[in-house]
């Protein structure tokens, strides 16, 4: 996973100890790329985990965001700019 970040021309800028569950703690690098759905752009952190794991969507680039569930079709649906 660390080497597509570096392939996209992603650079860590600082560690940090993260928890996985089940005790396991981990030290890894963290970068903030700009990030950009239907049109929004955010900076967001991202975590260089090692080689081999699956890439997540964490919950803070989600939150960011501000997606609304639409239940129905079991998906995330863009608010930004209603009411």
């Known amino acids: 996973m660390a080497s597509a970040l570096r392939a996209l ?10 928890g996985f569950g089940q005790d396991d703690v981990r030290k890894l690098e963290v970068g903030q ?7 929004l752009e955010i900076v ?15 919950p803070v680039t989600l939150e960011q965001f501000l ?7 079991q998906r995330l649906i863009n608010l930004q700019g209603r009411g």
């Open 9 to 18: 021309g992603i650079e860590p800028i600082r560690s940090a100890s993260l």
């Open 67 to 73: 997606p609304g569930v639409d239940a129905v079709e």
């Open 44 to 58: 967001t952190p991202v975590m260089f985990n090692s080689e081999g794991s699956e890439p997540l969507l964490g």
């Open 33 to 39: 790329p700009w990030v950009r759905l239907d049109g």
